[in-house]
């Protein structure tokens, strides 16, 4: 009677807190009612892939969602006594990603053997895409809102039921689940973990933290018809969120990123999203994290002002030139014990190259400090510099420090490796 009570009291919040369902119907997986094809125009067969292999972990498991679908994962569970009880970390890919991506991007799968935890990784379901601008594919469905127990949205019930799967074979401490997600991963862990930190799951599960990577608001990527549905935010949650993103991210690291990008009008920065949970959501258990390359920073990269390409120059310093300037010591002691011969006079004249390019690199950058200048230059000298080839680098001297599209694109593709540590201390440190 008093579960039956609960029950009621726990629907009728939900009616209170979630305005509308943005989405006319859940993203449908593909099959033979559903065609459904890839980026390349080839046809997509079956609801879900398996994956070729889950490396470490060997090959991949599967369950069977309600619709009789194989919903495959890879899984690491440590070796545990009978009375252990260890932390769950479920990891999921971005849109278009794979499971494979885990083992190739991130050293989550060696972190969970050092530090023995549970580590779960799903694989997307095939799916429609309505929406412009997204392939069919893989992709998790956190369009279509229906957060009650029983919800109707199959990823929601999916992970329901892996959590379950998981939870069942007895080591799984249930106060320690966890997610982490990767830029369409990150918006539907987000979105699973509010709902479930706040009304359990149909077996009684909830999520104690969620590290969301590239990724802001769940609820600002719904569409209806096509438009971008606005929708009122009234769903209050306590979840520990830690927001990491590249201080130089497409999806955008702040509102000046985000006008400048032109993003799609599902999405909005992080920033703006860490607002939205901390002031509007009421959200205290909230971290940001700005990675740039390999080092923690306080503020997001400042945008160009034009739509310019960054200009190219060679990425050989003053740091490589000393590089070299060893190898070449090393090599002349190798020449006093081997002796002159053929095969080190080559090597010789490949490093007399070395030092005409870098004198040529160095010219080039005088050139340039006079172009910047506004000063006169040799005509003969401008075309050898314009046709001059090298290495490259995305950004300039001067660009090191400015965020453009190309530079943000790249950036999203990575994973911040180095700051897996301080992630998986984030979610630790809390527990239900």
Known sequence: MIFLFNLILIIS?????VDKICASVPLASCGPSIQCHDRNGSKIHEPSDKPESCYQDGEAKFFLNSKAEKRYYCEYNPPVGNTDKLPLVIWLHGGGGDVKNLYRSTSLATKARSQRFHLIALQARNVKMPFGGYHDGRHI????????????NPDIADMDKLIQTIVAKGSVDTKRIYMMGWSEGGFFSQLYGMIREKYPSPAGHRIAGVVSFSASSPFHR????????KPTLNFRSNLPIMLVGHSC???????????????KSDTISIERWENILKNQLS???????????????QHCMETTQTNKKPSFIATQGDQTK??????????RKMREKMGKSDKDDNKMKMFQRMQHNEEFKNRRKIFQRMQQNGQSSNQGFSKKIGAFQGRKALMGEKNDFICDQ????????IWPKEQEQLMLNFLFSNQL
């Open 13 to 17: 919040l939900q009616a209170k807190e």
């Open 141 to 152: 469905d956190s369009y279509w809102w229906d957060f009650n127990i029983h919800s109707s």
């Open 222 to 229: 719904s569409y209806e018809n096509g438009q971008a549905c």
């Open 249 to 263: 991210d497409i999806l955008a690291c702040n509102e000046q990123q985000s006008s400048h990008f032109n993003l």
């Open 283 to 297: 959200n205290r258990s909230v971290k940001r994290l700005i990675v740039q390359g390999n080092q923690i920073t």
């Open 322 to 331: 000393q590089n070299r300037m060893e190898r070449f010591q090393r090599f």
């Open 406 to 413: 190309q530079r943000a694109k790249l950036n999203h593709l």
